[in-house]
């Protein structure tokens, strides 16, 4: 009995990071609410800590579940979705009026139907990549924009109109077909360990000095990756259907 009551208790390990990930969410939407950009943004990044640890916590004591599943979709569409969308809003967003409230609320419904697609497709895609931009993804990228115009104020008021561009371009993306590389699944050669691990060292000796310029720097690198590979896979196909034309 005591056995069977500590098995039911391990599943729920991994569904308390996936709540604290929700709730920080939401005290990021409080900071938003007063003002607190960059409190906000730093609790957004706590949020992608806990969402990733519930996923690996499941893993590694074999405790997935449909449930689990589920609860963290709308946990992500919390601290993922409404969290940088009320950050961006209330920062940025409340002095566009509706064009603002469009474009938050863009954010928000395309990002459900990212998790959505996510969820019906998830068993048959390829593990190695993405099939439009992940959520978490979408929102840290959101987020090191909006503390780096925090961190460099001066070129808030003559550059802030492109983060209208930035989300606009990302809720896009978050239900495009672009493949984005996931990381998941990695096999390097034993030749190339020794120069990744360099160039790891490197990254990370720049992420400690510059943070909010590195991070910013990192994911707005991934988001361009993928819409030159989009685009480089466009053309391919183009110069394909012309020579079966022919």
């Known amino acids: 009995m005591k056995s069977n009551t500590k098995h039911h208790l391990v599943y729920i390990i991994p569904n308390l990071f996936t709540a604290a990930s929700a709730f920080v969410g939401i005290l990021s939407i409080i900071a938003s609410s007063k003002g607190e950009f960059e409190k906000a943004v730093y609790l957004i990044l706590l ?3 806990f969402d990733g640890l519930d996923g690996r916590v499941a893993r590694l004591t074999k405790t997935t579940s449909k449930f689990g599943a589920e609860f963290d979709s709308l946990a992500d569409l919390v601290a993922f979705g409404v969290a940088p969308a009320m950050l961006f809003y209330f920062d940025i967003g409340i002095h566009y009026a509706k064009i603002g409230s469009l474009l938050t609320g863009l954010y928000v419904l395309f990002g459900a139907l990212r998790l959505a697609r996510f969820n019906v497709t998830n068993p048959t895609n390829e593990p190695s990549v993405f099939i439009g931009i992940p959520i978490p993804t979408a929102a840290v990228f959101m987020s090191t924009w909006i503390l780096f115009f925090e961190k460099y104020h001066i070129l808030k008021d003559q550059f802030s109109i492109l983060l209208l561009a930035f989300i606009a371009v990302v809720s896009i993306l978050m239900v495009s077909n672009i493949r984005y590389p996931s990381f998941k699944k990695i096999n390097l050669p034993k030749t190339d360990i020794k120069k990744v691990l360099i160039a790891l060292i ?3 000796s720049f992420v400690y000095l510059y943070l909010i310029e590195s991070l910013t720097f990192l994911f707005t690198a991934y988001i361009l990756y993928g819409l030159f590979r ?3 896979n466009f053309v ?6 012309k020579k ?3």
């Open 47 to 49: 949020s992608l800590i």
């Open 202 to 204: 490197i990254l990370f």
């Open 230 to 232: 989009g685009y480089k």
């Open 236 to 241: 391919k196909r183009k110069k394909i259907a």
């Open 244 to 246: 079966d034309k022919i």
